[in-house]
């Protein structure tokens, strides 16, 4: 029962304020309709309250990021900025929009997270093939971005032996 498997391709597609909109639309919708309940309600709020939550701490750490002038400030205060205001669109971001979406489940809500992905190379490969075909990134700091997210991941603990796999692309 404390286990979720997030959509994660919504969350690369939508972002989180994408998922936040899709929620305020089918509570609203249920609302106009007659067949919101006062459990559809709560169920709704609540989801809306959580989405809204995530997104005043993206912009808290965002305005933290601005203040910052190290090596890698421009590009975390870019990928903060846009996981605040969309969808990522970069493996960078896709990265960073999976690792905040899973400390956040796990240590704020207490739910284990239970996948990474529908294989996580699946689910970055789209952000890949732009960032290297864009020359946005080289496949050389892509994997560098794996590599350490990987290890971020690794040094959690993950005490459940939370899955995470690869397979399925080149």
């Known amino acids: 029962f404390d286990h979720v498997i997030p959509n994660w391709d919504d ?4 972002g989180f304020g994408g998922l936040l909109e899709r929620v305020k639309k089918y509570h609203e919708l249920h609302r106009e309709d007659g067949s919101l309940t006062e459990e559809m309600d709560a169920f709704f709020t609540g989801i809306e309250i959580s989405y809204e939550a995530i997104l005043r701490l993206l912009d808290r ?3 933290y990021a601005l203040t910052k002038t190290h090596e ?14 969309g969808a990522p669109e970069t493996t960078y971001e896709a990265l ?8 956040l489940c796990e240590c704020v809500d ?3 997270t239970r ?3 529908n294989g996580i190379d699946y689910t970055l490969y789209p952000f890949f093939r732009r960032d290297v075909d864009s020359g946005r990134f ?19 603990g993950n005490y459940w032996g939370h899955p995470m796999y690869l397979g399925g692309t080149n």
């Open 11 to 14: 969350l690369m597609h939508l």
């Open 61 to 63: 750490l965002y305005r």
């Open 72 to 85: 890698k400030a421009a590009l975390q205060t870019k990928c903060l900025k846009q996981l605040r205001d």
């Open 96 to 103: 960073q929009a999976i690792y905040i979406f899973f400390v």
């Open 110 to 112: 207490h739910y284990q």
């Open 115 to 117: 996948s990474l992905g």
């Open 138 to 156: 080289t496949k050389e700091e892509v994997l560098e971005f794996i590599g350490y997210f990987l290890m971020q991941y690794s040094a959690i």
